[in-house]
T-cell receptor, first 112, second 118 residues
C-alpha cells in the first residue's frame, strides 16, 4: 500500500526565510507526485506536480520541488517565504488508478 | 480551471439520522470521483472511489454500508452518511480528475462539507 510521510508537522518562519518541506513516499509502481496547499478556510489548491521529465518542477507562487527517485522524495522549496504563504501544505501521491494518498500535512506559519 | 462544488457546505444533524452530501463537477464530466474525510489538523484520508454506472470501491476499513456512494450522472456523486454518530463528524471532501482519461493526473477538489453530528 502507498504511504506518504511529511517530516515537518509545524514550521514557523520569518518572512524572507527559505523553506524546505520534506516528503517521502513508498510505492512500488508508477506514481505522480503533487504538492497541494490549503489556506485557512479554503479548499485544496494545486501548487505543483511531477509526472515525468525534469525532476525539478516549478509551481505557482515561487514554489518548486525536486523529485529524487532514489530517495523516494519530493521535497518542496521556496527561497523566500511571505506572510501570505501561511497555510497547510500536503504532499500527495497518485497511482495509475487516480487514487490520491496524502501525507499528514505541514502547517506553515510565516511571521511578518 | 475546472470547478468542483459540494453541497451543503455545513450540516448539523442528530445522531441516528442520515445525511446526504453532493459533489458536482461544474464544467466537465467525471466518470470517476473520489471521497475523502479530513479530521481536524490531520490529512485527507481517501474513503472511496465513486464510479459512474457501477459500484463504488472502498478503501480498507471504510464501511460501505455506512457511507453510501451513488454516482448518478457524469457530473454528480453523492455520499450518504447513514445512521450518523458523533464520531462521523468530520470534513468530507470530494475530488474529480481534471482530464478525462488521464491516469494519475491532477485532481480538482471541492470546497468540502463540514458534518457535525450531535
Amino acid at each position: 500500500a502507498q504511504s506518504v510521510s511529511q517530516h515537518n508537522h509545524h514550521v514557523i518562519l520569518s518572512e524572507a526565510a527559505s523553506l524546505e518541506l520534506g516528503c517521502n513516499y513508498s510505492y512500488g509502481g508508477t506514481v505522480n507526485l503533487f504538492w497541494y496547499v490549503q489556506y485557512p478556510g479554503q479548499h485544496l489548491q494545486l501548487l505543483l506536480k511531477y509526472f515525468s521529465g525534469d525532476p525539478l518542477v516549478k509551481g505557482i507562487k515561487g514554489f518548486e520541488a525536486e523529485f529524487i527517485k532514489s530517495k523516494f522524495s519530493f521535497n518542496l522549496r521556496k527561497p523566500s517565504v511571505q506572510w501570505s504563504d501561511t497555510a497547510e501544505y500536503f504532499c500527495a501521491v497518485a497511482n495509475t488508478g487516480n487514487q490520491f494518498y496524502f501525507g499528514t500535512g505541514t502547517s506553515l506559519t510565516v511571521i511578518p | 480551471g475546472a470547478v468542483v462544488s459540494q453541497h451543503p457546505s455545513r450540516v448539523i444533524c442528530k445522531s441516528g439520522t442520515s445525511v446526504k452530501i453532493e459533489c458536482r463537477s461544474l464544467d466537465f464530466q467525471a466518470t470517476t470521483m473520489f471521497w475523502y474525510r479530513q479530521f481536524p489538523k490531520q490529512s485527507l484520508m481517501l474513503m472511496a472511489t465513486s464510479n459512474e454506472g457501477s459500484k463504488a470501491t472502498y478503501e480498507q476499513g471504510v464501511e460501505k454500508d455506512k457511507f453510501l456512494i451513488n454516482h448518478a450522472s457524469l457530473t454528480l456523486s453523492t455520499l450518504t452518511v447513514t445512521s450518523a454518530h458523533p464520531e462521523d463528524s468530520s470534513f468530507y471532501i470530494c475530488s474529480a480528475p481534471g482530464l478525462a482519461g488521464a491516469l494519475g493526473g491532477e485532481q480538482y477538489f471541492g470546497p468540502g462539507t463540514r458534518l457535525t453530528v450531535t
